[in-house]
Nanobody, 114 residues
Framework: QVQLVESGGGLVQPGGSLRLSCVAS????????MGWYRQAPGKQRELVAL???????NYADSVKGRFTISRDNAKNTVYLQMNTMKPEDTAVYYC????????WGRGTQVTVSS
């Protein structure tokens, strides 16, 4: 059974940076695409960034140029580097592993506020 554990969330001021990490256990995830989603209060969960097993990345328009997704297959870890953060980035951020069934982490809260 796949387990995904996110970390790195917290409170940051507008313009600041955070790096989220997601460690996968229970399987070798090197052949799977991985993604970061977020859900703000009262809104639907949305895809923020995705990285394929081959390293191809894709981003939501709202975060292009500010966020970077990366993966370290040796550590079974996927990262989300978030720079120049805005209050509208405030949300719970979830890690996802795409397989026959998508697996989800429990999420980590990110709050951007002065």
């Amino acid at each position: 059974q796949v387990q995904l554990v996110e970390s790195g969330g917290g409170l940051v001021q507008p313009g600041g940076s955070l790096r989220l990490s997601c460690v996968a256990s229970g399987r070798d995830f090197s052949t799977n695409s991985m993604g970061w989603y977020r859900q703000a209060p009262g809104k639907q969960r949305e895809l923020v960034a995705l990285v394929t097993h081959g390293g191809t990345t894709n981003y939501a328009d709202s975060v292009k140029g500010r966020f970077t997704i990366s993966r370290d297959n040796a550590k079974n870890t996927v990262y989300l580097q978030m720079n120049t953060m805005k209050p509208e980035d405030t949300a719970v951020y979830y890690c996802a592993l795409f397989a026959a069934r998508t697996s989800w982490g429990r999420g980590t809260q990110v709050t951007v506020s002065s």
